[in-house]
């Protein structure tokens, strides 16, 4: 259902993705794993059409989506979390998901703030609190509610256990599953193996700029040629 085939970007005169294809289908989780610096957010910019790709394609449900201006792409279902979150620090829980809420979709599950706090425990807690005083980990789970708040059918989430509590990161495990669970596609980015293993069908290493590996997470943890060479331990 999305699609990413031979792309490039650059910024400026440096060219920071080269050739980079790969897939994820509905109600898989596929991890695109490399070290700080190899390209994992540029490559999700670049889904997003905030980076422009001079050769190849993206395509969403059959669509190109490559020449879209990010906003259209987010209401074509595509769901967007920046590795810096980016939620309103002056308003609360609700109003950060009210900011986020878009139409029901056919193809994709239905989110309302009740659904979402089921989903969310601890966001039930503080739903009238201000964005601003929430831990990281409350900070991203909120960032990926108001994402949901979209509906959309496929979710890009950059680097979500990053920087958050062991106890936090296990509820951010048992979330993508669900996410799954609602059949969508999620790509998230990590830099090691331990988070992406537990939520992961399908493992894409990216290393400067160009992917070095595609596999199952079961064939990547029997391999440590490539873990060593490619992932941060
Ligand atoms: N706005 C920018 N201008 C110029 N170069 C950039 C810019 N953003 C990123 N880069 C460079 O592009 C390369 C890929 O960066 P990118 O942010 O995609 O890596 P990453 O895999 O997400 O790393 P991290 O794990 O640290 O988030 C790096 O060499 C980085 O220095
Ligand atoms: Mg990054």
Not at 46 to 70: A, Q, Y
Not at 109 to 125: G, I, M, Q, S, V
């Amino acid at each position: 259902m999305l699609e990413v085939q031979g792309i490039n970007a650059f910024y400026g005169q440096a060219k920071i993705l080269d050739d980079v294809s790969f897939s994820v289908g509905a109600g898989e989780v596929v991890a695109l794993l490399g070290r700080n610096g190899a390209g994992k957010s540029t490559t999700m910019k670049t889904m997003m059409g905030m980076v422009s790709s001079t050769k190849g394609d993206v395509t969403f449900n059959g669509e190109t989506i490559k020449k879209l201006p990010s906003h259209v792409i987010c209401q074509k279902g595509l769901g967007y979390v920046p590795e810096e979150r980016r939620i309103f620090t002056e308003l609360t829980v609700m109003e950060n998901l009210e900011v986020g809420k878009q139409d029901k979709r056919p193809d994709a599950p239905f989110w309302t703030p009740d659904k979402l706090f089921k989903l969310f425990p601890n966001l039930a807690e503080m739903r009238n609190r201000p964005g601003g005083q929430m831990s990281g980990g409350e900070q991203q789970m909120l960032s990926i509610a108001r994402t949901l708040m979209g509906n959309p059918s496929a979710i890009l989430l950059d680097e979500p256990s990053e920087g958050i509590a062991p106890v936090i990161v296990e509820q951010m495990a048992f979330t993508i599953m669900e996410l799954k669970k609602e059949g969508l596609a999620v790509l998230l980015s990590e830099q090691n193996l331990h988070f992406a293993k537990l939520v992961s069908d399908r493992a894409v290493i990216v290393e400067k700029g160009s992917i070095r590996y595609q596999g199952t997470v079961k064939e990547l943890e029997e391999n440590p040629e490539i873990r060593d060479a490619y992932l941060a331990v």
